[in-house]
């Protein structure tokens, strides 16, 4: 099994957000156990976190919607069936 450590870099922000504070949790009120492994966790999530906002914003790139073509009208009686 991975060590959680080890998977925080491949967390998204919002994971890290939520890691961090129960982290923060196990640390006040966790067993000794909890408070250890939270204790030791927690500068790794920081540390990502300050790696994350070094690093150069990306700005969002939107695509353009793709606009369907219109079809030319149908012409002659649509209703009449083939002899």
Sequence with gaps: MTPLSERVPLMNDDDLK????????????????????????????????????????????????VRKKKEAPATGHQTALPG
Excluded: W, Y
Excluded at 48 to 56: G, H, I, K, N
């Design 18 to 65: 939520i890691l961090r504070a129960n982290a923060e949790r196990l640390v006040a009120h966790g067993s000794t156990t909890q408070m250890t492994a939270a204790a030791d966790l927690i500068p790794v999530i920081d540390e990502e976190r300050a790696r994350r906002a070094a690093l150069p914003s990306t700005p969002v790139v939107r695509k353009a919607p």
